[in-house]
């Protein structure tokens, strides 16, 4: 009995950026083997393609639906079938085209905080009385320090895992570019 492979465009609309959602959608995917891409669009929405087994990619979608993810509120779900024979990547990835808009979208995000710190400063007096604190009993200085280098070494870790994602994102592209070619031709 052979497996009928589909192939979807799906849409998810409502509060899907800045919750964690690719990253649950990513690793839902892998873990039942669909192949395909994500990415977050600028209209809010996070956007995928994706090929898989008809049963494993409606079960796919009901979790995406129906399952309890912290932050993640889905107004709306849209999957249109996708006809045609295409490559896509062998895992479930994130596509890097949406980074620098996400880079200025969050940056935007963190300007309004700052804003609101601005306005209220009321915090401020219970800061400056923690750094006395630290100036009296200086103690504490090497578990921070111990601190900073494990953030540090975490962070040399995700830039080498980071280095790695771009070139495993440059091939997926180059692929994607046939395959958006051969969309073109037809």
Known sequence: MQTEIQRYN???KGKVQD???RDYVIALANIAKIRGFIFN????SVRMVLEGAEEIITNFIN???FKDIAGVEIASLQQREITGDFDLPVRFVRLSTDEMYDIDRKLGIGNEYLKDIKRDTSTLHDIKQDISDVKR????????????DNLNTRFDFYIKEQREFNVRMDEHNNRLEKILEKLAEK
Request: proline share 4%; no cysteine; net charge negative.
């Open 10 to 12: 799906i849409v998810v």
């Open 19 to 21: 919750v964690g959602f």
């Open 41 to 44: 669009d600028t209209d809010g």
């Open 63 to 65: 979790d995406i639906k």
């Open 137 to 148: 009993d200086t103690s504490v200085l090497p578990d921070v320090k111990n601190g900073i």
